[in-house]
């Protein structure tokens, strides 16, 4: 899991260990995501390139504002999303199996 986190942090550029921990959780529920939504079941050394993508980029939009979905400056207030957007989703698109 270690080398997955790396390459994550190194598509994000983050050098320094301040997201370690962070990442450390998110990353290993991030790929069991990606396994359950496409009917995979990659082991960690081998996890697709793209697949590593879409962990880095849902990895990003969880850690940045990139989840807000609305924003006012008056008495401020902020709305944010947890889901993800097709675009990052869409980095799956190529593992899913297709059901029968």
């Known amino acids: 899991m270690d080398d997955l986190i790396k390459r994550v942090k190194t598509i994000l550029w983050i050098v320094d260990a301040d ?6 959780e998110v990353v290993p529920a ?6 359950g939504h496409c ?3 990659w082991e960690v050394d081998d996890v697709p390139a793209d697949v590593v993508m879409f962990i880095a980029r849902a990895t990003e939009f969880h850690l940045k504002t990139a989840g807000m979905s609305q924003e006012q400056m008056g008495d ?3 709305s944010y999303t947890q889901t993800l957007p097709e675009s990052i989703l869409d980095l799956l698109y190529n593992h899913r199996k297709v059901k029968n």
């Open 30 to 35: 991030l790929l069991e995501f990606a396994k």
């Open 39 to 41: 009917g995979q079941s």
């Open 19 to 24: 997201y370690d921990l962070y990442l450390a």
């Open 76 to 78: 401020w207030s902020a």
